[in-house]
């Protein structure tokens, strides 16, 4: 269930918030103890990006921000995304290249990325 925003301007925005992580089974949420995705359900891993569901009835777009942590970022990984009304694909870039790398290629037991983001949701 994502968090709603009221803005001043009477906007509602759903969050949109999660970390993923591949540990050699494939990418997945990190949904823990410490750790607990708004408004995302899912995850699907292509060959060239990672698709993110986020089915919270948004008419339009705010933002949506991806990064690195720690680990990837010293390994000079980028992030890219595309962002959609109910899921968003996140493209991954190693160094100075421009082609995507393949997410199952990124395995790591504590490297993640971290994803945040808004979207308008209709008026209440």
């Keep these: 269930m994502p968090t709603h925003v009221l ?3 009477g906007a509602r925005l759903a969050l949109i918030s999660c970390a993923l992580r591949n540990t050699g089974a ?3 949420l990190i949904d823990d103890a410490a750790h607990a995705p708004s408004g995302v359900t899912g995850v699907v891993q292509h060959p060239d990006h990672l698709e993110i569901k986020h ?5 339009k777009v705010s933002s949506m921000q991806v990064g690195p942590d720690e680990y990837y970022a010293a390994r ?3 992030c890219g995304a ?3 009304l109910a899921l968003s694909r996140i493209y991954l870039y190693s160094g100075s290249s421009t082609a995507p790398v393949d997410p199952a290629t990124l395995v790591s037991s504590s490297g993640n990325l971290w994803v945040t983001g808004f979207l308008e949701l209709p008026p209440a």
Excluded at 55 to 59: F, I, K, N
């Design 82 to 84: 595309s962002v959609g």
């Design 55 to 59: 089915p919270v009835g948004a008419v």
């Design 7 to 9: 803005t001043p301007a």
């Design 26 to 28: 494939g990418w997945a």
């Design 76 to 78: 000079a990984l980028r």
